[in-house]
T-cell receptor, first 113, second 115 residues
Framework: DQQVKQNSPSLSVQEGRISILNCDYTNSMFDYFLWYKKYPAEGPTFLISISSIKDKNEDGRFTVFLNKSAKHLSLHIVPSQPGDSAVYFCAAREIQGAQKLVFGQGTRLTINP | DTGVSQNPRHKITKRGQNVTFRCDPISEHNRLYWYRQTLGQGPEFLTYFQNEAQLEKSRLLSDRFSAERPKGSFSTLEIQRTEQGDSAMYLC?????????????FGPGTRLTVL
């Protein structure tokens, strides 16, 4: 059972435009949602997070939106830059116990010049 | 800031051999996690340490897998009698106990190939 889903395996966006990456979850026992960025041969790098009691968090070019009723979150990158090309993972942190992260399958973002 | 380090970065082994990976977390982090990532998937949780205590293990962690964190600092993950299905990227992450989102910082991973 996939508790966190990223239904778009890939996304291609023109440089300077907005990139929107989506993520859905099925479990309500999460207290934080996080986005990680991953380059080949490197570990995931933390980008931005949002508490389950918020609906928006912004950090520079990155904004994360959370719609709890729809169990949906999205990451907006604007303006998109070539260096943003990477695989993006959505992750949800469990409230209990280890507070482990449950990851989606990832979306490969390609920014075209 | 040395970040999370993992060694080796790559390991190729023959089926049936034992392998051991090491993770050095960020020094002030008392939480340490192991994840496994296969091609086309996100990382999946394997096990968790708070200081030297192993507090949670995934059902993915068969009895061929064992992890330790003897002094609450570095951790090792050992796989005995490796199988081809063990081929994956093994990621280590660390975090503080306190703090808002307690974001986990990941190491570069160890890529295991079992022939």
């Amino acid at each position: 059972d996939q508790q966190v889903k990223q239904n778009s395996p890939s996304l291609s966006v023109q440089e300077g435009r907005i990139s929107i990456l989506n993520c859905d979850y099925t479990n309500s026992m999460f207290d934080y949602f996080l986005w990680y960025k991953k380059y080949p041969a490197e570990g995931p790098t933390f980008l931005i997070s949002i508490s389950s009691i918020k609906d928006k968090n912004e950090d520079g070019r990155f904004t994360v939106f959370l719609n709890k009723s729809a169990k949906h979150l999205s990451l907006h990158i604007v303006p998109s830059q070539p260096g943003d090309s990477a695989v993006y993972f959505c992750a949800a942190r469990e409230i209990q116990g280890a507070q482990k992260l449950v990851f989606g399958q990832g979306t490969r973002l390609t920014i075209n010049p | 800031d040395t970040g999370v380090s993992q060694n080796p970065r790559h390991k190729i082994t023959k089926r049936g051999q034992n392998v051991t990976f090491r993770c050095d977390p960020i020094s002030e982090h008392n939480r340490l996690y192991w994840y496994r990532q296969t091609l086309g998937q996100g990382p999946e949780f394997l096990t968790y340490f708070q200081n030297e205590a192993q507090l949670e293990k995934s059902r993915l962690l068969s009895d061929r897998f064992s992890a330790e964190r003897p002094k609450g600092s570095f951790s090792t993950l050992e796989i005995q009698r490796t199988e081809q299905g063990d081929s994956a990227m093994y990621l280590c992450a660390s975090s503080r106990t306190s703090g808002a989102s307690n974001e986990q910082f990941f190491g570069p991973g160890t890529r295991l190939t079992v022939l």
